[in-house]
């Protein structure tokens, strides 16, 4: 019998594959990675079918499960004529500090009357505010002083028409178990005051069901493609 | 061999220990995969209808091409046919056996009255839809969603009605005392 010779091996293994393939899927999530926007209050949206994009440069009011009301402005040529303007017709006699504060802030969901405490405070702490801020004051009817959100809107679109921008499009961000009659209703009645028809409601993408009308029209629209 | 072996090993490059490089590697990954939104929301278009006064929309819905969605408390909805000799029905959002069927049928027959001359081809079939106080939002997205899937194009979300909230607390009312 010759005697077995058992080869010693050394128990490291080679890491550089696992190395290349790990970083090679860090450079995708990397590529890939949108961070999650700065958002004032946590809203769970509803799901629907649609597979559209949120158009750009649009107007965002977060309404969140108590109802209260958020306006995000996302351009910051707009932002500043909008806080000019409001600060001038509202007499809050906001300093330069606390413009900037507006322009670059995520959103805003105080009355006017707290609109310049807040946004004294610094962004760490303006984000804590927002937990038990009371919303943008918002109601069914077409008064300028107690519905404030109405106001905001109509500010936002005179002053995009002065900088000779696009109508601003908007869009409803607004949790799934907000009571629709009592408080979404009132931003949709708002937006319907101000001749504002058309808009969006932010939702997570769902499946199509199969067997629906929709469904045979995608199918359609896909043999079609190819 | 081992003597072979032994030279080659100080002669080539020196091996570098990687793992800790793919320990770090791993830890970032996870923390882009967390931090990254995978599901991008989308935007669910919808034209709400004009309110102007002095406007009769209802009274251009043919009858039969009709039918009125009421949405309750728990996800429950309600429906019923015409706009007179009402019997108001209950249903829910299920797959199978919810509205998605009630509406499917509703079209066919829509489509079959058009065929036989009894509705013009312009009278589509017209949807209502009217949130009662108790409903949520998404109760609303999912109706109109629903449209969408059936792909139903004439809807329209109007106010509820003293009458129809009578509907809904008539059929609450009934099915409590009505034999199962």
Same mark, same amino acid.
């Given at each position: ?29 990397? *590529? ?12 769970? /949206? ?39 303007? =409001? ?15 507006? &322009?670059?802030?995520?959103? &805003?969901? =105080? ?26 004051? /918002? ?25 000779? *921008? ?23 009645? /708002? ?36 | +061999? ?21 320990? $770090? ?7 882009? +995969? ?35 969605? $009421? ?37 066919? @027959? ?62 609450? @009312?009934?099915?409590?005392? @009505?034999?199962?």
């Amino acid at each position: 019998m010759p005697k077995l010779k058992m080869p010693k091996k050394s128990t490291s293994i080679d890491m550089t594959a696992l190395c290349d393939f790990t970083l090679l899927l860090l450079t995708f999530f990397i *590529m890939s990675a949108k961070f999650k926007p700065q958002e004032a209050v946590e809203v769970v /949206t509803p799901s629907s079918t649609s597979t559209k994009e949120i158009p750009m440069g649009f107007i965002q009011i977060t309404v969140d499960k108590l109802g209260r009301v958020f306006y995000t402005v996302d351009n910051i040529k707009l932002k500043r004529n909008l806080i000019e303007e =409001v600060n001038k017709t509202k007499n809050l006699g906001l300093t330069e500090t606390e413009k900037n504060n507006f &322009v670059n802030g995520p959103s &805003v969901g =105080v009355p006017f009357t707290k609109l310049k405490a807040y946004l004294a405070l610094p962004p760490n702490e303006q984000s804590r505010y927002d937990k038990e801020a009371s919303g943008v004051p /918002t109601d069914t009817t077409k008064s300028f002083t107690t519905n404030e959100l109405m106001y905001w809107i109509n500010t936002t679109r005179y002053q995009a028409q002065i900088l000779d *921008m696009d109508q601003p499009r908007f869009v409803i961000k607004v949790d799934g178990q907000t009571p629709y009659v009592e408080e979404t209703n009132k931003v949709i009645s /708002t937006l319907g005051k101000l001749d504002i028809y058309r808009f969006s409601y932010i939702t997570n993408q769902k499946p199509i069901p199969p067997g629906t009308a929709l469904w045979d029209k995608a199918n359609a629209a896909a043999a079609g493609a190819k | +061999m081992a003597e072979i072996e032994s030279k080659g090993g100080k002669k080539g490059t020196p091996r570098v220990d990687l793992t800790p490089m793919v320990d $770090l590697n791993l830890l970032l990954i996870t923390f882009f +995969m967390f931090t990254t939104t995978l599901s991008k929301p989308t935007a669910m278009e919808i034209n709400m209808p004009f309110k102007k006064e002095n406007m009769d929309s209802q009274s251009k819905v043919k009858e039969d091409a009709a039918i009125t969605i $009421l949405l309750g408390a728990d996800r429950k909805l309600y429906y019923y046919e015409g706009l007179e000799n009402i019997e108001v029905k209950q249903t829910t959002f299920d797959n199978d056996g919810g509205i998605r069927d009630v509406l499917i049928d509703k079209k066919k @027959r829509v489509r079959a009255l058009q065929a036989n001359g009894t509705l013009n081809a312009g009278d589509e079939l017209t949807v209502l839809i009217k949130p009662d106080i108790t409903c949520t939002t998404a109760d609303v997205v999912d109706l109109i969603d629903e449209m969408t899937i059936n792909d139903i194009k004439i809807y329209s979300i109007t106010d509820i009605t003293k009458e129809d909230q009578d509907f809904i607390a008539d059929y609450e @009312r009934g099915s409590a005392s @009505r034999p199962r």
